[in-house]
């Protein structure tokens, strides 16, 4: 097993090693080699996605990243910033499907600003689709008008076969769950994902064991606040699936928690905490390191297809949690607050 490790930038080298210390003490025979994107490629090569790491990237068999971005990179030429190197590794590998689970841990109940009832036993996989969309659609850019104003613009945009790949993604994993997909779209007024609900019903029919609802984007916003487990399987596009996981990530306590695996079509994968950089808390051991582990605990069952050895990481964070350990963003009262790289050795331990 080679897997690139890109730790990127603010936080994420911090959690890449708890994750990466995790992955060793498996002691199942992974290859890992490390390589620079975001910020850190612009430093080093002068490209947020320098073709060593797309190169590295495309060898291995999966990525492991940790975040990218910093407000000091803000002023680059957009081509230059850290968050185009994640949009084009993204592109490049093909990576077209998001899976973001939200999942509560029972112990982190309380850490939630939700009411206990509402989230206990919440488990929500979101399918975001990641290669298509306003992020990437043409045309795109800030423009001056014959009048001498600027206009910024960006294209939402969606093919029929961009949509299908990603539904066939999300009914396979409801046939593994609930048997629950619900489609989030803005159909009663945008065009694009009127289409996006078209074929969500007619690839439905492929699934008939399978419930297909749908819901307006801001419908489901105040829906995952006010009862959040009613869903199973969410689906959506990219821009709505980058702000609702966002969201989701509250329910389960902190955006610490979600990780996230993306995949092409033959589950190669690039596997992420949810969450950003976070430059503030850069550099000082206290960040939360458990998404990235999840995420890690998910590469070893989609891209290695090793379900034993995902399950134990997963075990162990439960157990470290169970121990009582939280760092910062999930300490309550009665818990024990620790830095992350004692987390990671937490979870160690616990494998
Ligand atoms: C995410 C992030 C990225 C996105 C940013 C950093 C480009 O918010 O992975 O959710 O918008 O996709
Ligand atoms: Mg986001």
């Known amino acids: 097993m080679k897997i690139a490790v890109l730790p990127g930038d603010g936080i994420g080298p911090e959690i890449v090693a708890q994750a990466v210390k995790v992955l060793n003490a498996l002691n199942i025979g992974i290859e890992m080699k490390e390589a620079a994107i975001g910020g850190a490629g612009y430093e080093s090569a002068g490209d947020p996605l320098p073709a060593e790491t797309l190169k590295l990237a495309k060898e291995s068999d999966a990525v492991l990243l940790g975040a990218v971005g910093d407000w000091k990179y803000d002023t680059l030429p957009r081509e230059m910033r850290p968050e185009r190197g994640l949009l084009r590794i993204r592109k490049e590998l093909n990576l077209f499907a998001n899976l973001r689970p939200a999942l509560l841990y029972p112990e982190l109940a309380s850490a939630s600003t939700l009411k206990p009832e509402v989230v206990a036993g919440l488990d929500i996989m979101i399918v975001r689709e990641l290669t298509g969309d306003i992020y990437f659609g043409q045309p795109r850019g800030i423009s001056t008008l014959p009048n001498g104003e600027r206009e910024g613009v960006n294209t939402m945009r969606y093919s029929e076969s961009e949509i299908r790949r990603i539904g066939h993604v999300a009914f396979n994993i409801a046939m593994k769950r609930n048997k629950k997909v619900c489609s989030v779209d803005k159909a009663n007024v945008l065009e694009t994902t009127e289409l996006w609900r078209q074929v969500m019903i007619e690839i439905s029919k492929e699934y008939p064991e399978v419930e297909l609802s749908h819901m307006y984007v801001d419908n489901a916003a105040m829906q995952l606040i006010r ?86 990481i997963e075990s162990a964070v439960k157990k470290a949690l169970a121990q009582g350990y939280r760092t910062a963003d999930i300490y309550t009262d009665g818990t024990r607050k620790v830095r992350c790289s004692y987390m990671g050795d937490a979870v160690v331990a616990a494998l």
Do not use: C
């Open 227 to 312: 009862a959040p487990k009613q869903f199973d399987v969410m689906v959506t596009g990219n821009i709505f699936g980058d702000i609702l996981s966002d969201e989701a990530s509250m329910l389960t306590g902190s955006i610490g928690m979600l990780p996230s695996a993306s995949l092409d079509a033959n589950n190669k994968g690039m596997y992420e905490p949810s969450h950003g950089s976070a430059p503030d808390i850069a550099n000082q051991d206290i960040a939360n390191p458990l998404a990235t582990i999840l995420s890690a605990a998910m590469m070893l069952r989609y891209s290695f297809n090793d379900e034993e050895n995902a399950t134990r």
